[in-house]
Each structure stands twice: as structure tokens, then as C-alpha cells.
């Protein structure tokens, strides 16, 4: 028995719903699980943050659901709710007891069909100050808050959708009207670009006729149209410099990179991990523990749907400069161009990487997700043994030739000081 093979059945409702049932009895709950297909990604610069915006307004009310009730329904119920947002996706979940399962349904399919009655100035304006507010916290007033805003500014050009944060420019949600929320929503919360997990404890039969009794009647909206770009890489080096009150200097290096399921996508996750995801890392062993010039460094790999980028970040110590870290970082960086990772090394992250997709089976809420996750980029829930296959297929060769395209490559730097 392969514990990654997960048996699910899927099918579309008439009006372009995708349907994903995954039966997990073991414990008396069911995860619900709400992706609708549009991101950051589906703006336009000028009117970017809709996306993250309408993760707030959809939880504004209904035609039947008052404002504020979907969450007091939830929680009334013994659940938890919630909903993210990044450049490709909008994702909305609800765990519940299972027999509360015909709640969390009706409560999706009343925001998904009837929400533009209910939709108010007031509620626009109200939601514009939260995001405002979050923006102000999260960003703006944070120590080095900006600083993924700025790398993505210089790493993708103006017109790519990858170029602004998801939640937005200051500016961008200070200009929203009623009509620009009333045609996002009409545009890109439809049934045929959504799909549904419902993962846990219930009955196919009557799961299946709550599912038709409730969306099955919502129309669908007329096609949509996908952003496009050609694959994009940055042809030369770019340092920024920016004084803010902040305590340390940090120093950024970002490169474009591959995208979700790419040829290097595995390789690069695994080079990530073997330079910083450990305190035996490479990088943070070097950087942290033996030259003590750093607090803390890291490396991420994000890939999606249209691009991707590889960061590194590191925090100086007190009284150590900048140009010292970045020697010591392409150092390692070199050493890992020229004689790749060792068997240890591949062995270990490859461990890592098995480990947290069998952990991920065992939470029914991050199970949901993931069947969401590779319905999306694959058009395949069940790519669990698939998507960990390719990491365990990963070679030297294949680290030590994503290291050499992609870290040989132009990058952006950005370096943040203290104000003096």
C-alpha cells in the first residue's frame, strides 16, 4: 500500500464547479476547501490588491448570510475558517464536525452566488481601512516590511503581474469603486474558476446533493482571460540602498527562477534547503555558528504558475558590514557551482522532504488543501507520489547545474541600514 496514493473522486457540476471528494472517516469532521483560480496575478498595476481585498469582502455577508456571520456561524459550530491569498489563487476553508458540513456548503455557496446584492459603499470603505491598516502593520511600518515589495520591482519588469505585493499599493486601494469590486467579483468568482475539496468524514451521496442543491443553481460568468508572459530574466545586476529605522543592517540577493513544477523547480527546493534549512546548513553553519557574522540566514525558493524567484536574506551582527557577508555567501555559493552537494546532504533533505509530505497527510485541513494545490498547477489531486518522486530523482548533477544557471545569473540586491 502506497500511503501517498490518496483516493479522491472529482467531477464537474454543470455550471463548470470542479468537485473534489476525499473520504477520510477516521475522525468525525470534514475540511471544505474553496479555491478560486485568480490571484494578484489576474490585476492590472493601478488596480492591484483586489484579490486580497475580496479575501476581507467575502466575509462582509450574503444575500441570506449577515455580515459578520459566516465567521460567528463557523465558530458556533465548533470550527475554524479562514482564507489566503497569493499570485495565483484565492483560498477559503472551513473545518467543521461533520454533521455541520451542510452549514460550511450553504455558507460558500450563498457568498459565491449572492453576494453582489449585499455589496455597500459602507462595507467597501470599511474593508479599504482594514487592508489599509494591515498594509500599514505588515509593511509599511514594519522593520523591512518593503523589502519583498522593492526585490519584486526590480526583479520582474512593470507589466509582469509577479512585479506587486498581493495585498497592494496604498495608493491602488485608496481607488477602488464599487464598480471595480462588482466586476472582479463578476468576473472571477464564477463556478467554472473555482474548484471544491471536501476531505473527512461524510456521506458521497448526500454530500453530492447538498453540492447541487447549493451551487448548482449559480450561474456561471462568461470566459475568462489569463494573464500571459514570455519567461522573464532580469540581464543585469541591480543594487538598492535604503536607510530605515531598523536596529541591523540586512543585506537581500534575489534572482528569477523557475516556475511551479518546472524542469529545476525540485533542484532548486532541494539546493535551498542544503544552503539554509537547517543549523547544520551550509550557509548558516558557515555564516552564523563558525564566522558568527550573522544572526540568522536564509534561503527560499518560490515557484508559481508564472514565474518564480530564489531570495537569500541574511541579518548582520552588530559592527559586521554587508560587503563581508556577501564574500563569505558567494563563497559557499561558489563551492556549490563547482562541486555540487554531497550523498549526505541529497539524503538528508530528501528525508526532510518525504517526512513533511506524510505529516501532511495526517492533518485533513492541510490534505484539503494540497489536493487543491495539485488540482490547480496539475490538473491532478492525486500527485502526491508524483510530486515527491521528482525530489527523489534530484542528483548532484541536477543541484550543481541549477546552482550554475540560475545563481550565475544577474541578481538584485538590496541592502537595508540603520538611520543614523
Do not use: C
Request: hydrophobic fraction near 35%.
Amino acid at each position: 500500500m502506497n500511503i501517498l496514493d490518496v483516493e479522491y473522486e472529482k467531477y464537474k457540476l454543470n455550471n463548470g464547479l470542479q468537485v473534489i471528494l476525499h473520504k477520510e472517516p477516521a475522525l468525525p469532521i470534514v475540511s471544505v476547501n474553496l479555491w478560486y483560480h485568480v490571484g494578484s496575478a489576474n490585476e492590472k498595476r493601478g488596480k492591484t490588491g483586489l484579490a486580497h481585498l475580496f479575501e476581507h469582502m467575502m466575509f462582509q455577508g450574503s444575500q441570506n448570510v449577515p455580515k459578520e456571520m459566516h465567521f460567528r456561524y463557523i465558530q458556533e459550530a465548533g470550527g475554524i475558517l479562514n482564507g489566503s491569498t497569493n499570485f495565483d489563487r484565492t483560498n477559503y476553508y472551513e473545518k467543521v464536525p461533520s454533521n455541520f458540513l451542510e452549514l460550511a456548503l450553504w455558507l460558500e455557496a450563498d457568498r459565491m452566488g449572492y453576494f453582489l446584492p449585499t455589496l455597500t459603499q459602507e462595507k467597501l470603505n470599511n474593508q479599504k481601512d482594514v487592508v489599509k491598516n494591515e498594509r500599514l502593520e505588515r509593511y509599511d511600518n514594519q522593520p523591512y516590511g518593503l523589502a519583498w515589495e522593492i526585490l519584486l520591482e526590480h526583479l520582474f519588469p512593470k507589466i509582469h503581474p509577479y512585479s506587486w505585493p498581493t495585498i497592494g499599493s496604498v495608493n491602488d486601494i485608496k481607488s477602488y469603486t464599487l464598480e471595480d469590486v462588482s466586476d472582479f467579483f463578476s468576473t472571477y468568482y464564477t463556478p467554472p474558476n473555482a474548484s471544491l475539496v471536501i476531505a473527512g468524514d461524510f456521506d458521497t451521496i448526500k454530500t453530492k446533493e447538498m453540492i447541487e442543491q447549493y451551487f448548482g443553481s449559480i450561474v456561471q460568468a462568461t470566459s475568462i482571460v489569463r494573464p500571459v508572459v514570455n519567461p522573464f530574466r532580469i540581464s543585469q545586476e541591480n543594487i538598492i540602498e535604503r536607510r530605515e529605522n531598523v536596529q541591523l543592517d540586512r543585506i537581500y540577493f534575489a534572482w528569477n527562477s523557475e516556475t511551479a513544477f518546472g524542469d529545476d523547480d525540485a533542484a532548486l527546493d532541494i539546493m535551498s534547503d542544503i544552503l539554509s534549512g537547517s543549523k547544520g546548513s551550509r550557509l548558516y553553519k558557515k555564516l552564523v555558528h563558525e564566522l558568527e557574522l550573522t544572526q540568522d540566514i536564509t534561503v527560499f525558493q518560490y515557484s508559481g504558475k508564472l514565474a518564480g524567484h530564489l531570495m537569500i536574506v541574511a541579518t548582520a551582527k552588530p559592527g559586521v558590514e554587508l560587503d563581508k557577508i556577501k564574500k563569505e555567501i558567494f563563497k559557499e555559493l561558489s563551492k556549490l557551482k563547482k562541486n555540487g552537494v554531497t550523498k549526505k546532504e541529497l539524503i538528508k533533505t530528501k528525508n526532510g522532504i518525504r517526512s513533511g509530505f506524510i505529516y501532511s497527510l495526517q492533518n485533513i485541513d492541510s490534505l484539503a488543501d494540497q489536493l487543491n494545490f495539485y488540482n490547480f498547477y496539475l490538473n491532478e489531486p492525486n500527485s502526491f507520489s508524483k510530486d515527491l518522486q521528482r525530489y527523489s530523482d534530484v542528483t548532484n548533477e541536477n543541484v550543481k547545474a541549477a546552482a550554475d544557471k540560475y545563481l550565475t545569473a544577474p541578481f538584485v540586491e538590496l541592502r537595508i541600514t540603520p538611520n543614523k
